[in-house]
Every structure is written in C-alpha cells, then in structure tokens.
C-alpha cells in the first residue's frame, strides 16, 4: 500500500477522503495535511502535518522525508473567494500544482489527484450536456487557474510520464464540513437554514441550474478513478463527472416534501454571474466508458440524507 498524503485534508472535501482512504488502507497510511494549525477532532485517528502548499521547501522535504507515493492536492481557492483575490488565488492554486508535479517528474511521488471543475467550462460553452471536449472560455480567476492546471496535468504526463489524474468536480454537496467559499454553496446551505429557521434567502436566481453532485458520489468517484488501471484512461486533463442538476427552485420543493412550511426567497449577488458562465448539465460519457463511472445519488435521495445529517447548530 502506498504512503498517502491529503493536502487541503481539513476542507469539505479533504475531510471526508481523508476518513475513507483511513477506513479503506489504515490510519497510519494516509496523513492529512493543512495550512491550519489544528486538524477537526474527526481527523484525529491519524497522522496529521500542518503545511503550507507554498511553502516549496517544506512540502519537498516532508514528501521526500516520509516516503509518501500518492498525492492528493486540494489546497486552493474557489470561485467565489478567488474573485475578491485573483492575484493570490492564482498564485495558490497554480504554486502548489507545480511542486507536486514536480516531485513526480523526479520519480518521488508515483500518482497524483489534482480536482479541477466545471468552471473550466465559461459563456461559450454548450451549457446543456456539456460534452467532455468543446469551447472551453472560463471567465473567472477561478476556471482559469483550473484550465491552466488542466493543461499542465496533460503536459507532465505526455511529456515526463507522470501519473496525475483529475476530475472536473460539479458543485459538492455535503454535511461533515462546511463548503469554503464555493458558486455552487447555495446547495449546501439551504439545508443548515431550512431545518435552523424554516427559510433561506439564495444568492443566485430560482431557475439557475448547476451541475452538483453528493460528497459519497464524489468521493467514490475519485477513488475508483485513483485505482484504474492506467491503460484505461485516455484523460490526463480532467474527466467530465456528472451527479445530478436542478435549480434552487426544484431544491426548495424538494425540501418541501420534508418541510412543507420552508420558504425561500431569492437575493442575487455577484455569484449569479459565475453561476450563468458554468454549464447547467454534464456529460460524463467518457468516463463511464473509460473507468465505469455511475452516479448513486439522485435530488431526492441527497436531500433526504442531508435533511437527516446536517447540524444547524455548527452555524454562528
Ligand atoms: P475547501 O475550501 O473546503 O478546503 C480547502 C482546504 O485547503 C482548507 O482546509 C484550507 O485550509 C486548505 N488550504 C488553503 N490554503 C492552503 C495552503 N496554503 N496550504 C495547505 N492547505 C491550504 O475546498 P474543497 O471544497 O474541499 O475543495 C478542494 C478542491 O476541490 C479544490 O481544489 C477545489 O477547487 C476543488 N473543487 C471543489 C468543489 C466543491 O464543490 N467543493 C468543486 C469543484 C472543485
Ligand atoms: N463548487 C465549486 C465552486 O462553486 C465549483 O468548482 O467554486
């Protein structure tokens, strides 16, 4: 079993793969690591580094020094967050790509997972079924530094051999840690203030569609993906994933058949821009044909396990 590392483990993300990859390969075997000083309490039955991805000479030394053969870089910006700083969301998500795939190209580290998204995709993309190859225009900080990480994936890997493989994620949805800083957020809010308050206030339009999808899927996807068979895979960009879509307003009635008083109201801010440049469905063919990728949950099965898991006591 390789030695693994999860950088950005204390995310929304990171924080569930960490567990899963634990359950699946042991505690020891899978070290979570994170700019922040202190892990969440549910990450304590392993290995835990405080890293900063910037910091080149320490993410080297700790990789080099602990033998670690699988890489999992989450550390970055999401979209909205990166707009109020493109400058240094630019420099966080492109930096820490380029220290990982190097140690890769020196034969240090064996396989990578870097996550791209669905804002690769920009306002002259098919936003209906969008196909895994077309115009790919992304207008934020945010889609350019994953479109740019995109291409230099497929460039280490064509050019030096490096085993680095991706997911273009839709918006995540889930209940064990809180999103940071996501267009796609709407999604997951919605159930802390539905069972908080009954009511919630979006900052994107009723009828915007996005692509999302539940965290098991996510998760599920991203580890059958690390475990293909490399011969299996023709993308070493990123491969097109789809969970399922809707909009806030099939959400909100959705949610109604649980809690048939909850109101929803809708504010929209400068996210509902992001939201219109992002593809509003996916086709994830390619994947399904090249690793046999299936999604599980559906809006109503992914509504009825966050209404039951989601703790509105965690917001401030
Ligand atoms: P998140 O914001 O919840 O977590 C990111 C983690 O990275 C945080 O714990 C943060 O402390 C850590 N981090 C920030 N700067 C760091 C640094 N300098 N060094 C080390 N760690 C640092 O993000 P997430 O939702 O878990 O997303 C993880 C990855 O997946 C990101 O690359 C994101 O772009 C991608 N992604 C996420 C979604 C989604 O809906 N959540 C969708 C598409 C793609
Ligand atoms: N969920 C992410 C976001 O909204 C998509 O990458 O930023």
Redesign the pocket.
């Known amino acids: 079993m390789a030695k693994t590392l999860i950088?950005?483990?204390?995310?929304?993300?990171?924080?569930e793969l960490v567990l899963e990859l634990r359950k699946k390969w042991g505690n020891d075997q899978v070290t979570a690591?994170?700019?922040?000083e202190e892990c969440p309490s549910v990450l304590a039955n392993g290995p835990y580094v405080q890293?900063?991805?910037?910091?080149r000479s320490a993410v080297r030394e700790f990789i080099i020094d602990q033998q670690i053969e699988h890489v999992y870089?989450?550390?970055?910006?999401?979209s909205a967050?990166a707009e109020k700083n493109p400058a240094f969301a630019w420099e966080?998500?492109m930096e820490?790509l380029f220290t990982i795939l190097d140690l890769a190209k020196e034969g240090y580290v064996k396989r990578i997972f870097?996550?791209?998204?669905?804002?690769v995709f920009g306002p002259t993309t098919p936003r209906e079924m969008t196909p895994q190859y077309t115009v790919m225009e992304p207008s934020t900080v945010?889609g350019i530094s994953?479109q740019a990480g995109e291409r230099w994936c497929e460039y280490y890997h064509t050019k030096f051999g490096v085993d680095v493989r991706s997911i273009?994620?839709?918006?995540?949805?889930s209940h064990t840690?809180?999103?940071?800083?996501?267009t796609?957020?709407y999604a997951v809010d919605i159930f802390y203030r539905a069972k908080q308050s009954g009511k919630y206030t979006c900052f994107l339009k009723g009828d915007s569609a996005l692509p999302m999808m539940y965290m098991e899927d996510a998760i599920r996807g991203t580890i059958e993906l690390m475990e293909a068979p490399a011969e299996k895979l023709s993308i070493r960009s990123a491969y097109n994933l789809a969970g399922c879509s809707f909009t806030p307003e099939e959400l909100a009635l959705e949610i109604r058949k649980h809690i048939p008083e909850f109101e929803i109201s809708y504010d929209p801010d400068f996210r509902q821009a992001i939201a219109d440049s992002w593809p509003k469905s996916i086709d994830d063919s390619v994947a399904q044909k090249d690793w046999g990728w299936k999604p599980v949950y559906d809006i109503q099965a992914m509504t009825k396990v966050m209404l039951e898991n989601v703790d509105p006591s965690r917001l401030q």
């Open positions: 950088i950005g483990a204390c995310g929304q993300i990171g924080t690591a994170d700019v922040k890293l900063d991805i910037l910091n870089l989450l550390a970055a910006l999401l967050t966080l998500n820490g870097w996550p791209s998204s669905i804002a945010y994953k273009r994620y839709p918006g995540l949805i840690s809180l999103p940071g800083g996501g796609t957020d």
